[in-house]
């Protein structure tokens, strides 16, 4: 079983939103920076949003800066993305992510700063 399980997704209109969440199953991720990556069919993985590991600290890409808010649990470290307006450009694969050595800071915008990654559902934003 993957050690993040997210939750969520699926078809929604432009203009609508969407909450996906991701869960740490099998560990815990108590002090690790949480991120948010997607890819659209025939791209490159892009950065989307991250939260360190006591929420203090968020980073958004800026295609969705506004519009998503990232957010955490601190209780069971589960955290979650809101999606506020979305359009057919938002369309993706969503994965998130926890970093076995990153805490906060700049880094987490990184991908090669998390090693743990959920299974990815669909988004998929309809004109």
């Known amino acids: 079983q993957a050690p993040l399980v997210e939750s969520g997704g699926g078809s929604v209109q432009a203009g609508g939103s969407q909450r996906l969440s991701c869960e740490p199953s099998?560990?815990?991720?108590?002090?690790?920076?949480m991120g948010w990556f997607r890819q659209a069919q025939g791209k490159e993985r892009e950065f989307v949003a991250a939260?360190?590991?006591?929420?203090?600290?968020?980073f958004y890409g800026d295609s969705v800066k506004g519009r998503f808010t990232d957010s955490r649990d601190i209780a069971n470290t589960t955290v979650h993305l809101l999606m506020n307006t979305l359009q057919p450009e938002d369309t993706a694969v969503y994965y998130c992510?926890?970093?076995?050595?990153?805490?906060?800071?700049?880094?987490?915008?990184?991908?090669?700063?998390?090693?743990?990654w959920g299974q990815g559902p669909q988004v998929t934003v309809s004109p």
């Open positions: 099998g560990r815990t991720f108590t002090h690790s920076a």
């Open positions: 992510a926890a970093s076995s050595t990153l805490s906060t800071g700049w880094g987490m915008r990184a991908e090669r700063s998390y090693d743990y």
């Open positions: 939260i360190s590991w006591n929420g203090g600290m968020t």
